[in-house]
């Protein structure tokens, strides 16, 4: 690349991640420019409810994108197995917080984003464009983007990637968890006193988070199971969440389903000459432990502070230092949810053991308590 750049700093996907990156960065030295693929209002039929952990509310509150009114407050989790004795409830006021974290639908977390981005000059964002090429070298990096039809070639001093999960890139390493989530909206009979569910089953893990006045619900199951539910009238579709859950909340109703594939993708280097991963794009993690988007999150976070401090963003040193700062967060995160995954998704009777046994540590023991919640609440500060 040898012509003046277009850009300093080209983020690839508005996507939560993306977006926030670009907000962390609008008041530091460099013009932002945000592509998505996307139109606009794409986010807003996005399926999922993610679950924020308390640290990611303060990140967005800093950016003030934190959508307050969209969000439902987690009070209390309570863990427990099908068919297996044990049970373990983590409670906020342990932990001297208001809450342990917050559920909010992707189009409203992205919709708030989107609206502070808007407010910002220092980002320009291209909408309907997909990136299909790009290409390093020492001075910078050229884009090939896809507007409508048309062709359109940008050029920047540093590439963040934050398209969002990487199918077929022989960079990422893959581990298929042979379940898929079946998401949906549901209703019970019970009010849900800001508490979430964490169920393990044979089958997978069944999480219920309180949104609104019902809850969102991550159905996890093999993928034959889930074609079988996808293809369930809404009456048989909540008796087999009834039966899957057991009997502890009676669910009247549910709103429409949809699917998503879990495997673990781990890209192993995070950053190349002038080029860097954030988000799902450098890992994807299995939904059970409510980590992504968190994780997502404080990558851009991290990218962002080191980016303003350095006039060129695309500097070897800079990018290498995101990388080793990121390490332990990565892994700590990607081992912790996969462990999890392993350990609970089957019906071996000595696991079943252990796990009634790990759960009864983690009820009655608060440290062991403690290091899985801190973990949730405030991701790589409570690493070793
Ligand atoms: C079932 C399920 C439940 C989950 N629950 C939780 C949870 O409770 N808590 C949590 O923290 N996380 C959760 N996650 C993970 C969370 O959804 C992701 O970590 C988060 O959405 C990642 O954000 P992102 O911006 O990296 O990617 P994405 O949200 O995928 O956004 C990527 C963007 O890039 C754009 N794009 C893609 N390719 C191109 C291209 N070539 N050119 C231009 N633009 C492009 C896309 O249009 C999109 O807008 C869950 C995930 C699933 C599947």
């Known amino acids: 690349m040898s012509a003046a750049p277009d850009t300093d700093i080209l983020v690839l996907g508005a996507g939560p991640v993306g977006m926030t990156l670009a907000l962390a960065l609008a008041a ?25 952990s308390h640290g990611a509310r303060q990140l967005l509150e800093t950016l003030e994108a934190w959508n307050a009114r969209a969000a439902t407050a987690i009070d209390h989790i309570h863990i427990s197995q099908r068919d297996g004795f044990g049970r373990a409830v983590m409670t906020a006021a342990d932990y001297q917080l208001p809450s342990l974290g917050y559920v909010m639908r992707y189009g409203d977390l992205a919709a708030a984003l989107a609206e502070r981005v808007a407010r910002m000059p220092a980002i320009s964002v291209l909408r309907q464009s997909r990136a299909v090429d790009w290409r390093a070298d020492g001075a910078g990096v050229g884009v090939t983007l896809q507007q409508q039809g048309e062709v359109l070639r940008l050029g ?58 019902g809850y969102a619900i991550v159905f996890t199951v093999p993928p034959a199971k889930a074609d079988w539910l996808m293809g369930l009238d809404d009456e048989a579709f909540v ?54 988007f968190n994780l997502g999150l404080r990558d851009a976070w991290e990218l962002a502070s080191l980016l303003a401090s350095s006039p060129d963003p695309g500097v070897a040193a800079t990018l290498q230092a995101y990388a080793r700062g990121r390490r332990t967060d990565r892994q700590g995160s990607a081992l912790f949810t996969d462990g999890i995954v392993r350990l609970f998704s089957n019906d071996i009777a000595p696991l079943r053991l252990a796990r009634g046994l790990g759960l009864l540590a983690l009820d009655l023991f608060p440290p062991a308590r403690h290091f899985v919640a801190k973990r949730m609440i405030w991701g790589a500060r409570a690493w070793p």
């Open 28 to 52: 530091s030295r460099h013009r932002v420019t945000l592509v998505d693929a996307a139109p606009a209002d794409a986010a807003a039929g996005d399926p999922r409810a993610l679950a924020l």
């Open 156 to 213: 920047a001093r540093l590439l963040v990637h934050a398209e969002g999960t990487p199918y077929d890139d022989p960079a990422v390493s893959v581990r298929d968890y042979r379940q898929h989530a079946v998401l949906a909206e549901v209703r019970t009979r019970e009010p849900h006193g800001r508490q979430a569910w964490e169920r393990f089953t044979a089958d997978g893990p069944l999480a219920l988070l309180p949104l609104e006045d």
């Open 239 to 292: 008796a087999a969440l009834q039966a899957q859950f057991g009997n502890r909340l009676t669910f009247t109703g549910a709103g429409p389903r949809a699917r998503f594939p879990l495997a673990l993708r781990l890209r192993q280097e995070t950053v190349a000459q002038r080029e860097v991963w954030v988000g799902n794009t450098a890992q994807t993690l299995h939904p059970v432990s409510g980590q992504g």
